[in-house]
């Protein structure tokens, strides 16, 4: 028997406080007028701002005047949203698809879609072992974890050579067994950018037909990669070749909802009649968690998604963000190339979406954040959309200056932590 208290709450003890959340706090007491955050994940314009995006605004609008109800919306959610996502997400000819072999409910972010798959999978499975690649983004574990599945973890980011390990990653899942789950980055891989090329998710599908896992995808940037279409092919060729596989989706990013906690779990059965059963299991454990989804996100998402002029907007919208972090790469690596470190940052150049390590020493980071109000995580992640213009060049030449000193000091330059 535990410790008895005279109170139920007695007992409990205060947490650690979340690494990037405290990174957040600390960003917004800091006094420096040239601070930088490059730590919290979200999107920024060359103003620093995250706005609403204009197609979401015009779908808003539009909802205010046709909403005409606040009743519960059903447990799975719009069904326009979910077959707006699906056929994003897999093309609208895909076979998957014309087979009914595809069900998806509407989720409460991606986060929710991760949750509710990870209960799913212990449903199929109580034993099975979720891989996750390391690094991974670090939410994985506390959502996937807390549905009580094992974690296990294989080789992904070579950080001496800055590229994916995939002879690596491919040994160490010969070791999955039939009924794991193998959670893989759909793109911009969160936190190394670091992103799988074509001929590495089919091999991977291959492995997955040869050991009998499942895939598990993570979908939470489709469109800030390359494309919405080209940022797809990997999964699409999976899923045309693999019995099973999930899908959790985030709206959070590409279409700028955050707060409204917008996402969808995919889920891709052996057959049609499968399919419904997951459904209904899928529904049952939505029901016991929160009943039924919030609307908003959804019906904007879901609108735009169906609306050939919101389309439009949205698609330009969502090229435009992906252009400008392109952008932010390139004079990145041009920058810091022309200071005085004899260090090589053109990987970032081939990375993916907003995040990429920048590898320098832990010392580094808290001296850019005591020195010069530049916040990103101890990792050294950072969030590539956190620069603009106006700031790139405060943030090149502090780092120039303190890896400068690093070489010339013999101070720890020894790179990753
Ligand atoms: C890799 C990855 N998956 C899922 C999510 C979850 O997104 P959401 O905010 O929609 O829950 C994020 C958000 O940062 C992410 O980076």
Request: hydrophobic share 40%; proline share 3%.
């Amino acid at each position: 028997m535990g410790r008895v208290s005279k109170t139920l709450f007695g007992q409990l003890t205060a947490l650690p406080a979340d690494p990037i959340l405290s990174l957040s706090t600390a960003f917004a007491a800091e006094t420096n007028p040239n601070k930088i955050d490059l730590g919290v994940g979200i999107y920024r314009d060359e103003a620093g701002r995250t706005p609403v995006m204009a197609a979401v605004l015009e779908a808003e609008e539009r909802l205010l005047h046709s909403e005409g109800s606040k009743a519960y919306m059903v447990p799975a959610g719009d069904e326009a949203f979910n077959s707006g996502i699906r056929d994003l997400l897999l093309g609208k000819d895909h076979a998957v698809l014309s087979q009914a072999r595809v069900n998806s409910i509407q989720t409460l972010g991606g986060c929710g879609a991760l949750r509710i798959g990870a209960e799913l999978i212990k449903r199929g499975n109580s034993a099975s072992r979720v891989w996750v690649s390391d690094p991974t983004w670090a939410n994985h574990l506390p959502l996937l974890g807390s549905a009580g599945l094992a974690i296990e973890k294989y080789p992904y980011y070579d950080y001496e050579g800055r590229r994916i390990d995939f002879d690596a990653m491919l040994s160490a899942l010969q070791q999955v067994e039939a009924g794991d789950v193998v959670l893989l980055h759909g793109c911009c891989h969160n936190p190394s950018g670091a992103d799988l090329n074509l001929e590495q998710w089919q091999k991977l599908t291959e492995l997955a037909l040869e050991k009998r896992f499942t895939p598990f995808i993570d979908v939470a940037y489709q469109g800030l990669a390359i494309g919405l279409e080209e940022d797809a092919a990997g999964w699409r060729l999976m899923s045309s070749k693999v019995p099973e596989m999930l899908i959790a989706i985030s709206c959070s990013k590409n279409f700028g909802l955050y707060r409204e906690r917008t996402g969808v779990l995919c889920v891709q059965a052996e057959s049609k009649r499968q399919a419904q059963a997951i459904k209904s299991q899928v529904l049952s454990i939505a029901r016991q968690s929160y009943s039924m989804p919030p609307s908003h996100g959804a019906l904007i998402a879901g609108m735009i998604l169906g609306d050939e002029s919101l389309y439009a907007q949205w698609t330009s919208e969502l090229s435009e963000m992906r252009r400008r972090i392109v952008a932010m790469r390139e004079v990145l690596v041009e920058r810091l190339g022309d200071g005085c470190s004899d260090r090589n940052f053109d990987f970032i150049r081939s990375e993916f979406g907003m995040f990429s390590f920048l590898g320098i020493g832990s010392e580094q980071v808290v001296r850019l954040r005591e020195e010069f109000g530049i916040y990103m995580v101890d990792s050294t992640r950072i969030n590539v959309a956190g620069l603009n213009r106006s700031n790139i060049e405060y943030f090149t030449e502090s780092l120039s200056a303190l890896l400068c000193q690093s070489r010339y000091c013999r101070l720890d330059n020894s790179g990753f932590i």
